[in-house]
């Protein structure tokens, strides 16, 4: 199947700081890109679709200016959690649709937040 | 809004027993039906994936049922081993692409 990595796979960060996380298809180009937040022992929330060349649909709820996304190209999109927080520690994981029914995968990022 | 709820959240059962997880949703308006495997830490495996107008999947020892017009699913792991120990995630595709997941299932199979 289609490969989609993550980077880095685990952050630690000071509080106030930014981090950048970046979601790329490997083997295919995806025009949109998901960007999911799993809490312990919850499933995915979808966070934003990632279209590339537009800007990001945010989910009901997600700041926009806090959780930055970009989707420059058919192959990567990167998200920015802006001025993090504790309570933003979380694992992120992202996504890529090859096809209108099919999406790939990343292994998730791991951000803690101290 | 679309919810969908996992039964059991978690089940333990001995190695080489068949065992069966459950997903409800509660809009019929979907595309497709999914479910997934998740390791601890680690991303999402797609184990099956059903069509609105299909009525099941099968793959190995996984079968996976759908019945959109009860909004109800069932993941049915036959002879289960160690390895199948994980997080299994059920999760709805609306009209629009949009992925809406479950809770999940952890299942820990004992040798």
């Known amino acids: 199947g289609a490969v989609v990595s993550q980077h880095p796979s685990r952050v630690i960060c000071k509080s106030g700081t930014s981090v950048k996380i970046e979601c790329r298809s490997l083997d295919f180009q995806a025009t949109t890109m998901f960007w999911y937040r799993q809490f312990p022992k919850q499933s995915l929330m979808l966070m934003a679709t990632?279209?590339?060349?537009?800007?990001?649909?945010?989910e009901q709820g997600v700041e926009k200016d806090k959780f930055l996304i970009n989707h420059a190209s058919l192959t990567l999109s990167t998200l920015t959690v802006t001025s993090a927080h504790p309570e933003d520690s979380s694992f992120y994981i992202c996504s890529a649709r090859s096809t209108p029914e099919t999406q790939y995968f990343g292994p998730g990022t791991r951000l803690l937040v101290l | 809004k679309q919810e969908v709820t996992q039964i059991p959240a978690a089940l333990s059962v001995p190695e080489g027993e068949n065992l069966v997880l459950n997903c409800s949703f509660t809009d019929s308006a979907i595309y497709n039906l999914q479910w997934f495997r998740q390791d601890p830490g680690k991303g999402l495996t797609s184990l099956l994936l059903i069509q609105s107008s299909q009525r099941e999947q099968t793959s190995g020892r996984l079968n996976a049922s759908l019945d959109k017009s009860s909004g109800r699913s069932t993941l049915y792991i036959a002879a289960s081993q160690p390895g199948d120990s994980a997080t299994y995630l059920c999760a709805v595709m609306e009209y629009g692409n949009k992925l809406v997941f479950g809770a999940g299932t952890i299942l820990r199979v004992k040798s």
């Open positions: 990632s279209n590339e060349g537009s800007k990001a649909t945010y």
